[in-house]
């Protein structure tokens, strides 16, 4: 009896709707819209662990409102940049994703993501390289900064 009230149910619930009916979009947040980027606007210096490596490589960050009020940054280490833009925010922490870059570690083009956090005029996090390349191996990390 309740297969039949559910069958019931979904042919009504398609009759109602429509073929030509458009799906409710959700809004995501956006980053301009929470106090990420009152915090992380700058230039950021900080170390990065590898998880293959002992000692920390430097870098630097230098992050900015592009025309869209998109959050945008410039990554610099080992004498290379690349791009990188804020793909979720909140007011404790926020995720990007790199555009495809070279790793000097890893000797291959790579996209990388980070997963960073606020603490104090600090920040720290965790990053992943992976390759663009099917058998490439993933490197991943720690790091930490300071505004400077």
């Given at each position: 009896?309740?297969?039949?009230?559910?069958?019931?149910?979904?042919?009504?619930?398609?009759?109602?709707?429509g073929p030509g009916a458009t799906h409710p979009t959700v809004a995501l947040c956006a980053p301009s819209d929470t106090g990420v980027a009152a915090k992380l606007v700058g230039r950021w210096v900080g170390t990065r662990f590898d998880s293959?490596?002992?000692?920390?490589?430097?870098?630097?960050?230098?992050?900015?409102?592009?025309?869209?009020?998109?959050?945008?940054?410039?990554?610099?280490?080992?004498?290379?940049?690349?791009?990188?833009?804020?793909?979720?925010?909140?007011?404790?922490?926020?995720?990007?994703?790199?555009?495809?870059?070279?790793?000097?570690?890893?000797?291959?083009?790579?996209?990388?993501?980070?997963?960073?956090?606020?603490?104090?005029?600090?920040?720290?996090?965790?990053?992943?390289?992976?390759?663009?390349?099917?058998?490439?191996?993933?490197?991943?990390?720690?790091?930490?900064?300071?505004?400077?």
């Amino acid at each position: 009896m309740q297969g039949t009230f559910y069958a019931a149910a979904a042919i009504g619930a398609l009759i109602a709707v429509g073929p030509g009916a458009t799906h409710p979009t959700v809004a995501l947040c956006a980053p301009s819209d929470t106090g990420v980027a009152a915090k992380l606007v700058g230039r950021w210096v900080g170390t990065r662990f590898d998880s293959s490596a002992a000692s920390g490589h430097k870098f630097t960050m230098n992050w900015k409102r592009d025309t869209s009020q998109a959050l945008t940054g410039i990554i610099t280490m080992n004498g290379s940049s690349y791009p990188v833009r804020v793909v979720w925010s909140s007011d404790t922490g926020f995720v990007t994703e790199s555009a495809p870059h070279q790793s000097t570690g890893l000797k291959e083009e790579v996209v990388t993501r980070t997963v960073s956090h606020f603490k104090g005029d600090s920040l720290y996090g965790t990053f992943e390289a992976r390759p663009m390349s099917y058998k490439g191996q993933t490197e991943h990390g720690r790091f930490s900064a300071h505004k400077g």
